[in-house]
């Protein structure tokens, strides 16, 4: 079984931080987090303003400072670095989305994928409405530049983050569905090959579902597999041997405060999915949770009840057993990185982020 020792916990990145670079913002959200190259280490996540709208939920966003906010997305680029507390030295913030008030347009929600120097960000972009307002892209002529569309970008780099391209698939992998999003956090490669972020997308008569977007040549062309559930929120996926894990929040328990995750499998790479079920097995909140791959086991970052508490989970012989409290304060959205024999999770709190380090043996 594998034991967890925390090394460090420490502040990450803070509003105060940014205003050089998004004069204004009040938190620092929905971290994404991997590994480039040998040595790099890539955080992507969204700089948000204060709410400029007052009917915000009549636009479609799902809380005030959500998109259809003109929100930016940042990258912290840091460098594995045994020597310091931490094991990563970091470089200054820098700016990938800029979002505008005027006119509008606001990125949101970062998820990564790496192989070596290729690195891919999908995220989300809106114009004038955010996820629950958006309308389906196939009946709107203006396409990818529709404005009443919530839409799906992604950034690629081949020079391990340093210029990027950026495209709109919104059309090819949600275009019958009333909105759609990337969920935060990073995607995974499966046991052939191919690239698989996990997206919620909300169906005509109001359910929502989870959908995997699925490239077969490393980010360049995407489609998506068969939507399952209608009561799905943010998710993580992990792999185990030639399965996909799913790992998935619910949409109805942020207001009913029930404590779970939906759980389902792939065996055909994300292109469908089998078994869903609810785990009540850990007492996790309606919150973004993280899942990674160890050797040996997967782990799951999860918050506690009212996103109060952070802890690590780990799964054996099928059964999640919580084996360290990162935190028994604040802890929100979370994604995680194993690398070198050590876990590192990066979480929200009070507005910032923060990391937590452990190094992990079997």
């Known amino acids: 079984m594998v034991t967890f020792t925390k090394l460090t916990d420490e502040p990450l990145l803070s509003p105060a931080a940014i205003q050089h670079l998004v004069p204004g913002a009040i938190e620092v959200r929905v971290p994404a987090i991997a590994q480039v190259g040998t040595s790099e280490i890539l955080v992507a996540c969204d700089a948000r303003l204060a709410p400029v709208d007052d009917d915000w939920a009549a636009i479609g966003g799902a809380m005030a400072a959500d998109l259809p906010n003109p929100n930016s997305l940042l990258l912290l680029r840091g460098r594995l670095d045994a020597t310091i ?23 949101s929600d970062p998820a990564i994928i790496t192989s070596g120097n290729r690195v891919v960000i999908a995220h989300a972009r809106s114009a004038d409405v955010g996820f629950f307002g958006s309308g389906r892209w196939c009946d709107n002529p203006a396409g990818n530049d529709a404005r009443n569309v919530l839409h799906i970008d992604v950034a690629c780099s081949d020079d391990a983050g340093k210029s990027w391209s950026i495209s709109t698939i919104t059309g090819d992998v949600a275009r019958e569905f009333s909105g759609a999003f990337v969920t935060s956090g990073h995607g995974v490669i499966a046991a052939n090959g191919d690239w ?7 169906n005509l008569n109001g359910t929502t579902s989870f959908v995997a977007a699925i490239s077969t040549d490393a980010g360049q062309t995407w489609e998506s597999g068969q939507p399952i559930g209608i009561d799905m929120d943010e998710t993580a996926l992990a792999t185990i041997g030639t399965r996909l894990l799913l790992s998935a929040r619910s949409t109805s328990a942020y207001a009913s405060g029930k404590l779970g995750r939906w759980q389902a499998e792939s065996t055909d790479f994300g292109r469908s999915w089998q078994d869903l079920a609810w785990d009540n097995s850990l007492p996790a909140a309606a919150c973004n949770a993280a899942l990674v791959e160890l050797p040996g086991t997967i782990a799951l970052s999860y918050a506690g009840p009212d996103r109060i508490g952070g802890h690590i989970a780990v799964l054996d012989d099928d059964t999640w057993r919580t084996v360290a409290t990162i935190t028994d304060q604040a802890f929100g959205y979370s994604d995680a990185l194993y690398v070198e024999g050590n876990l590192i999770v990066v979480y929200e709190q009070s507005g910032s982020l923060r990391m937590a380090t452990y190094r992990t043996r079997e």
């Open 85 to 107: 507390a931490g094991g990563i030295s970091w470089a200054e913030p820098t700016v990938l989305r800029q979002g505008s008030i005027d006119p509008r347009s606001g990125f």
């Open 196 to 202: 698989v972020f996990p997206m919620i997308a909300r």
